[in-house]
């Protein structure tokens, strides 16, 4: 008989339908495949969305989709045929996974780059997520985690949008001896790890939000050795370095924001954008001197979207040398904590939060 584990179950499409439930694991292995307990969820504005009915679907033939995509794991038994892993290893999954066609993108790994858009992802798109006690999952589909990272390995995918984002601005910015000053818009969870991620670069990092300069978050960016400006005192155009950004990481998104962090560039800057947001908003822009500047000052905006393999190895990593460099610091990003049966409380969220978890072993 198959074991059941709880979890928190959504069903797509219908506002406020996410209930504690429970789903079978199955338990007999096959080679290649980990069974995992789930050690912590983080919860972000994607899971807010599929609550609200906005966004999210369940696996073919289900009704209900298990909830989360931000996760820790621990391998409770590793299959035959996966020698990387023991039982205790922590790991994190992988959120997006190939489409059934394999496209060009999808083929080499670049998922993130999927060119059907039939990509599936962890509790959100078509495969269960992580919401749950136990699970199996292939070993390719997980990324080992450090022992010493601990439950901060939670925040390894937020970690790897604010890679990918920055890998694809550093592919265009290539002025010698630069970049050397950051801009981050929004102090949120990925705003948070974008700053650590530029400063751990060597960067000299501003980062925007509309919380008072004595908000916890204010006092992160400070301890981390950035400059926190408080936009609604004083806007960042004028607090920042005289020359401009040379790299600007926007995770608002709001737009008229990503307009003004573009205009904010320096010479040869990139602006990189990881931020959605639904509706519409019209907006007066002089697209004349946009363009003229951007092609007389070689700048360039680009987008990104979720992470390859390779972002959540150099997330994983950088996350270990956060620890050393900026001690105390990441245990500051996780805000709030709350077991499965809070998952209610766990969508609610105050401004001062940054990153809130449901524990769950
Ligand atoms: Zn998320
Ligand atoms: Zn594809």
Same mark, same amino acid.
């Given at each position: ?25 199955? !338990?007999?292995?096959?080679? %290649?495949? @980990?069974? $995992? &307990?789930?050690? *912590? /969820? ?85 495969? !269960?997520?992580?919401?749950? %006690?136990? @699970?199996? $999952? &292939?070993?390719? *589909? /997980? ?219």
């Amino acid at each position: 008989m198959m074991p059941n584990t709880d979890a928190i179950l959504v069903t797509p499409g219908e506002k406020n339908s996410f209930r504690q439930g429970s789903v079978p694991v199955v !338990d007999d292995l096959r080679p %290649g495949d @980990l069974l $995992l &307990e789930v050690v *912590a /969820v983080g919860i972000c504005g994607t899971d807010a969305e599929i609550c609200e009915g906005l966004y999210g679907q369940a696996p073919a033939g289900h009704e209900a989709l298990v909830l989360g995509h931000e996760s820790l794991c621990r391998v409770v038994r590793a299959g035959a045929d996966t020698a990387r892993f023991k039982a205790g290893d922590l790991v994190v999954p992988i959120v997006r996974r190939p489409c059934p066609e394999r496209c060009p993108a999808c083929a080499v790994g670049r998922w993130d780059e999927c060119m059907t858009g039939h990509y599936q992802e962890h509790g959100i798109k078509a495969l !269960d997520g992580f919401l749950r %006690g136990r @699970l199996v $999952l &292939e070993a390719d *589909a /997980v990324v080992p985690a450090p022992a010493a990272l601990g439950e901060l390995g939670v925040l390894t995918e937020p970690l790897t949008i604010v890679e990918k984002a920055l890998e694809r601005a550093l592919q265009i910015h290539t002025a010698p001896g630069h970049p050397q000053t950051g801009l981050v818009t929004g102090a949120g969870p990925v705003g948070i790890l974008a700053a650590l991620l530029l400063r751990s670069r060597g960067l000299d990092v501003y980062v925007v939000d509309r919380r008072p300069a004595d908000s916890p978050k204010a006092r992160l960016v400070e301890r981390m050795g950035g400059h926190y400006v408080d936009d609604s005192q004083t806007p960042f155009e004028k607090a920042g370095p005289p020359g401009g950004f040379d790299i600007g990481l926007e995770a608002t998104g709001y737009a008229p924001l990503v307009f003004r962090a573009l205009s904010a560039l320096a010479q040869n800057g990139v602006l990189a954008l990881t931020g959605v947001t639904g509706g519409h908003h019209t907006l007066e822009v002089d697209v004349n001197l946009m363009n003229s500047t951007m092609v007389l000052e070689n700048q360039a905006m680009v987008g990104s979207v979720n992470a390859a393999r390779a972002h959540y190895e150099r997330a994983v990593q950088d996350l270990a040398g956060f620890q050393l460099q900026f001690p105390g610091l990441l245990e500051q990003v996780i805000t709030a904590r709350h077991p499965l049966a809070e998952f209610e409380q766990a969508l609610q969220k105050d401004p001062d939060d940054i990153k809130t978890i449901v524990t769950l072993g």
